[in-house]
C-alpha cells in the first residue's frame, strides 16, 4: 500500500497468509471461504451482540483479561449468556490461533451474539439454540506510513450518545452511529471522525479514542460518551506511572485546535499520531510526548501478554 493509499489508521498491509486461515465458528474450525453463519442469526439481523478486538504478540494475547472482562460485561448488560466460561472462551481462542499456528502480528476479531432466531424479530424470546461464537484471526499490521504522515480528523454533526439512548460503553455490534461518523469524516477527505458529546465538547472518534497534549499534560475526555477502551486506560495508567499528567476532563475544539500534540489509540494500531483537525495543522506531529508514550505503552503490552498455552 503506498502512502498515498495510507489514509486511515486500521490501514494494513496485505499478507497473503490471510487467504489461509481457519476461521472458528462456534468451535469448528473452517476455511475463510467457507465461513458463515445463518441469515437468520441475531447478529445479521439485528446487529444483537458484543465484541472485541484482539492483539497477539510474541506467542501471547495482551491484555487478555481485560478484554474478556469487558465482553463478558456487556453480554449480561443485554442479557445475553455467552454459553461458556472466560476459561472455555479463552481455550476456544487458542484452539483457533494453535491451529493457525500463529504467534505474533495478529489481529482477532471475537463475535458474540445472541443467536439464532426463529424469525425475524428484535425480541431475544424468538432466539432458538445458544449464542453464536466467531473468531476470525488475520495477519495485520498497521501501514507504517500512518506513523509519518499521522491522522487527519474531522469533526462530524454525529454526536455520541448518553447512557439514556445507548449507553457508549457497550461495545455492540450495532455501530450506526459510528457508521454514519466515518462516512461524513470519509466523504470529508478525513481519516477518522471527532465525534462531540451532547453538549458540544469533545468526546471521541468514531473507532478510536482520542487524546491532545498542553503544556506537558494528556487530556481525554471523561468516560460517559466513550467506550470503556483497554488502551486508553492503559495510556493513562501508563502516564501517570511515569509522571506525566493524565487527565480526564472535559474540553472543546478550542482546546483542540491550540494543542501542542494530539494522538489516537486503540487495539490495533496503538498510538497513532494526528497531524491536523478540521484543517488545523498541529503545532508537533508525532511531538516528543506522543513518542514517549508510545514507548511506554509498548512496554507496558509486553509486560502484559496471556501465553498461547
Not at 41 to 53: A, H, N, P, T
Not at 233 to 252: D, M, Q, T
Request: aromatic residues 8%.
Amino acid at each position: 500500500m503506498s502512502d498515498d493509499e495510507a489514509h486511515g489508521v486500521h490501514d494494513y498491509t496485505a499478507d497473503p497468509r490471510n487467504a489461509d486461515i481457519l476461521i472458528s465458528v462456534n468451535g469448528e474450525l473452517k476455511k475463510r471461504d467457507e465461513a458463515s453463519v445463518s441469515v437468520f442469526d441475531s447478529g445479521y439481523i439485528l446487529g444483537d451482540g458484543v465484541w472485541e478486538g484482539l492483539r497477539v504478540k510474541d506467542g501471547g494475547i495482551a491484555f487478555l483479561p481485560e478484554h474478556l472482562k469487558r465482553l463478558y460485561a456487556g453480554a449480561k448488560t443485554i442479557d445475553m449468556d455467552i454459553g461458556l466460561t472466560k476459561e472455555e472462551l479463552t481455550a476456544r481462542l487458542f484452539d483457533c490461533l494453535k491451529a493457525n499456528q500463529m504467534q505474533d502480528g495478529v489481529h482477532i476479531r471475537l463475535m458474540v451474539t445472541r443467536g439464532i432466531k426463529k424469525t425475524p424479530y428484535q425480541g431475544p424470546r424468538f432466539t432458538i439454540g445458544k449464542a453464536t461464537i466467531v473468531i476470525i484471526p488475520e495477519y495485520k499490521s498497521p501501514v507504517p506510513e500512518i506513523i509519518d504522515r499521522g491522522q487527519s480528523l474531522f469533526t462530524v454533526h454525529v454526536r455520541r450518545t448518553g447512557p439514556a439512548e445507548q449507553d457508549q460503553k457497550l461495545n455492540s455490534h450495532s455501530k450506526l452511529n459510528c457508521i454514519l461518523a466515518c462516512i461524513q469524516a470519509e466523504k470529508a477527505g478525513a481519516d477518522e471522525a471527532l465525534m462531540l458529546d451532547p453538549a458540544g465538547f469533545v468526546a471521541t472518534c468514531n473507532s478510536t479514542h482520542f487524546f491532545i497534549v498542553r503544556d506537558g499534560e494528556v487530556w481525554t475526555s471523561p468516560p460517559e460518551y466513550c467506550l470503556g477502551g483497554i488502551t486508553r486506560g492503559n495510556i493513562l495508567k501508563v502516564c501517570r506511572e511515569a509522571g506525566i499528567p493524565a487527565i480526564e476532563k472535559r474540553f472543546s475544539l478550542f482546546d483542540v485546535y491550540s494543542a501542542d500534540e494530539v494522538f489516537i489509540t486503540g487495539t490495533f494500531a496503538g498510538v497513532s499520531p494526528v497531524r491536523e483537525v478540521d484543517g488545523r495543522e498541529i503545532e508537533h506531529l508525532n511531538g516528543p510526548v506522543t513518542q514517549r508514550i508510545r514507548a511506554l505503552y509498548q512496554t507496558y503490552v509486553a509486560q502484559n501478554l496471556t501465553p498461547i498455552s
